[in-house]
């Protein structure tokens, strides 16, 4: 099939490499020419593990382009992806200025019927704006041509996004249409091989079903930092409960990890969108509102959890900090726990030394050149001076650690780890101080122990 995607961001180059390696004829198109020029270079904007190589591989065999070119990509693709950014307006809600932009172009340039569908994850009505967008447009131009918009909603994960696009559990498809139900069967038929994951619904379904799902998984995270902060309190270990409540099936264990507060572009902005679209239709939606603040709540933790090691003076402390990206196998800071954490250390008058497999670079380009911000290419030389080590992500370089170099290395030997990675008796024997997320031996018991000693 002839397909276009509009948005050359994560979801539309996934979506676009995706659909080229099955065989379909891509164009992918963006109103940053600098970004294309890149692309067409072979130069991949986003991390994203096996993308490089995949869309190499397409582009090499012609089913897979690059363009700003608007007119010419309209009338390419039969199918139409809209895969633009969706930045949170001041009040929380999707902006959908994009959006409605890419409709407005798709309905100036088409010549013949077109199937229109928004991946963005977009609030629940999108649908219905970009119809009347499409509609106003072509009415503006005269033009009398056929058009549908479905609602396709992405729930790749970034890091896992190939394998997400082309083995995830569902395709989504939001649509009252026959001729969308056929296109769409088609578009994704070398997906849909050995059990039907094509669900097909009405169209606010699918776009509800998108928030849904990122509400949920964040309730999830939320629920198990509330529990792991409990835990602390009450001098109980969160890793045993986890485990503990994991095997009941109704539970199960995936995505129970308690932590430093979820992060990335996703569960901060959707929570927030479909809390901002409850109170726009006067509904209270008292959970998600609770499931944000607990995980902005969560996002301070690292930081109380080292002002109270260090008994509320971190001024001229050196910090070593291990990850940056909000979840490993991606370069990806936004809403980053790491940064929460660092911003608070130099308000404090702390030095950062930071080390991040992946996102040293995109760190540099958020915060520039700063005194208080030394980027190291390799873990332990984070150490070297530091006063105490946290550690923002849970990398697999992270995982085996010579506790007793670590405990002549550092200056105090105090280890915060939002992560849980290590098991407290080992990292205690080493003779460190081990900080973690609800487990153990509570900081307060610790800080007890202390003083009796
Ligand atoms: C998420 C959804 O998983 C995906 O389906 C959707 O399309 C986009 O949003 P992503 O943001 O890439 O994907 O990351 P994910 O792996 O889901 O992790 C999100 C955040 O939750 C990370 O900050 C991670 O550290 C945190 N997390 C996840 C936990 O704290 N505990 C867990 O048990 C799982």
């Known amino acids: 099939m002839r397909i276009t995607i509009f948005g050359s961001g994560y979801v539309g180059l996934v979506t676009g490499t995706c659909l080229a390696d099955v065989g379909h004829d891509v164009v992918c198109v963006d109103v940053d020419a600098d970004k294309i020029a890149r692309l067409n270079r072979g130069e991949i904007p986003i991390y994203e593990p096996g993308l490089d190589a995949m869309i190499a591989e397409n582009r090499d065999a012609g089913r897979l382009r690059f363009t700003t070119d608007a007119e010419e990509a309209v009338r390419f693709g039969k199918l139409q992806f809209i895969a633009v950014g969706t930045p949170s307006d001041e009040d929380g809600s999707a902006d959908l200025k994009y959006v409605l932009k890419v409709a407005e172009t ?31 447009t072509l009415e503006a131009r005269g033009a009398d041509i056929d058009f549908d918009v479905c609602s396709n909603p992405e729930f790749l994960k970034e890091g896992a996004a190939i394998e997400d696009f082309s083995k995830g559990a ?83 264990y995936h995505f129970i990890y308690p932590g430093c507060g979820y992060g990335g572009s996703c569960f901060p902005k959707d929570v927030k969108a479909l809390a901002q679209t409850a109170t726009n239709i006067g509904y209270d939606a008292q959970l998600l509102g609770a499931v944000e603040s607990v995980n902005l709540r969560q996002k301070t933790r690292l930081f109380e959890k080292l002002n109270q090691a260090f008994d509320g003076d971190l001024k001229g402390k050196t910090i070593a900090l291990w990850g940056l990206a909000f979840k490993p196998n991606t370069d990806d800071m936004r809403e980053a726990p790491s940064r929460e954490l660092m911003e608070a250390l130099w308000d404090s008058g702390a030095r950062v030394q930071a080390f991040d497999p992946e996102a040293a670079g995109e760190c540099r380009r958020i915060y520039g050149e700063r005194d208080d911000l030394v980027l190291v290419d390799r873990r332990d030389d984070t150490l070297e001076g530091a006063d105490a080590l946290v550690i923002c ?17 550092l200056r105090t030997p105090v280890v915060v780890d939002g992560r849980n990675l290590f098991d407290p008796e080992i990292v205690k024997d080493a003779g460190l101080l081990y900080y973690a997320i609800g487990r153990g031996e509570s900081l307060n018991r610790q800080q007890a122990r202390r003083a009796a000693a």
Request: glycine fraction near 6%; charged fraction near 30%; include cysteine.
């Open 393 to 409: 992500t849970e990398w697999k370089i992270f995982r085996a650690i010579d506790f007793d170099n670590l405990r002549q290395t």
């Open 106 to 136: 798709i309905a100036q340039y088409m010549g013949e019927y077109k199937v229109v569908i928004d991946k963005s994850t977009v609030p629940v009505g999108t649908a219905d704006k970009v119809r009347d967008t499409l509609r106003r």
């Open 170 to 252: 569902r395709i989504i498809v939001g649509t009252d249409s026959e001729a969308v139900r056929k296109a769409m069967r088609e578009c994704y038929a070398p997906y849909n091989r050995n059990h039907e994951k094509l669900m097909f619904m009405d169209v606010r379904s699918a776009e509800l079903t998108k928030y849904a799902a990122n509400a949920m998984l964040a309730t999830k995270i939320s629920f198990m930092n509330e529990i792991a902060n409990l835990a602390e309190r009450l001098g109980a270990d969160i890793e045993h409960v986890r485990h503990g409540i994991g095997s009941d099936p109704r539970i199960g």
